[in-house]
């Protein structure tokens, strides 16, 4: 069984940062592309991050310059380190793996809010 779990979530301010962190469950781990969806009331889930196997990464228009992706191999973990938040950052981010079917985290709440 894979598993992904995700935590770190929480209410911020605007302007402010926080990092979500994902462990995985997986022996294959460092094979698979990684990714940080997320999802707000009334929008479609939508990707934000990405990186692969090699290390590159790339991100949506709308977190492009804010957010990182990175991943640690050795610990199984992926992480989004989100920068200069802002109010429209608010939902529910997923972890993401693309091995097999695909599998997803349970989420993580972000509210930005003053």
């Known amino acids: 069984q894979v598993r992904l779990v995700e935590s770190g979530g929480g209410l911020v301010q605007p302007g402010k940062s926080l990092t979500l962190s994902c462990v995985v469950s997986?022996?294959?781990?460092?094979?698979?592309?990684m990714a940080w969806y997320r999802q707000a009331p009334g929008h479609e889930r939508e990707r934000v991050a990405r990186?692969?196997?090699?290390?590159?990464?790339d991100y949506a228009d709308s977190v492009k310059g804010r957010f990182t992706i990175s991943r640690d191999n050795d610990k199984k973990m992926v992480y989004l380190q989100m920068n200069r938040l802002r109010v429209e950052d608010t939902a529910v981010y997923y972890c993401?793996?693309?091995?097999?079917?695909?599998?997803w985290g349970q989420g993580t709440q972000v509210t930005v809010s003053s």
């Open positions: 993401y793996s693309n091995r097999g079917p695909g599998y």
């Open positions: 997986d022996t294959f781990f460092s094979l698979y592309i």
């Open positions: 990186i692969f196997t090699d290390g590159r990464t």
